[in-house]
């Protein structure tokens, strides 16, 4: 997945966050991309992807133009708002969204075996990542800090949302929390709304 660090920053700075001492909180970083969201235009043959400055902030911008390129971009666009689109085949865009739904499998399979996360027996989902299942010990899950282990899963779904061309209104990702025993709803995480109030 690092091989891909450049080319899709917007997309894959969630999945970084965790293991890159320079990047942004998920918060902050959320808040960016917000307020100047991805814009995702599917043409017939063509795939047009325009990400803003505020998420490549830091970076190297040449290096992450030529590391586009070497992925598979056709052509990468460097905007007057200091923004860049990217202009790529379908064929490269589904490599792409394949890769960021690698990331987000990853996260799950993270979650499911860490052992910090000791409340955490399983986790389904939906096709689209925007509903997931979380079967716990209820006991531990209430005497732990798992909860906050959400957002990040949350973040990078809402990046695959995004990514596939979902308006930005209709990107949402809830998390039901379950007892294992008994299969009792013990809480509903719901983003964006949970990361208002964070803030």
Known sequence: MRTFAYFFMAAFVFLLASCSSNSQPISKLAAKQKEQPVEVEKGPKNVEIKIPASMFEGQDMDAVMAEAKKQGVKEVI??????????????????????????????????????????????????????????????????????????????????????????????????YVKDQANQELIDTITYPDDLKKQE
Request: glycine share 4%; proline share 0%; net charge negative.
């Open 78 to 175: 460097k905007n007057e708002d200091g923004s860049l689109t990217y202009k790529m085949s379908k064929e490269t865009y589904k490599t792409m969204m394949e890769k960021i739904k690698e990331g987000i499998l990853q996260t799950i399979d993270d979650l499911k075996n860490n052992k910090e996360y000791v409340s955490i027996i399983d986790i389904s989902y939906n096709d689209t990542f925007s509903e997931f299942t979380w079967m716990v010990d209820k006991k531990a899950y209430q005497n732990s800090m798992d909860k906050f282990a959400a957002m990040g899963l949350a973040m990078s779904s809402m990046m695959y949302q995004q990514y596939k061309g979902i308006a930005d209104v209709d990107q949402k990702v809830t998390i």
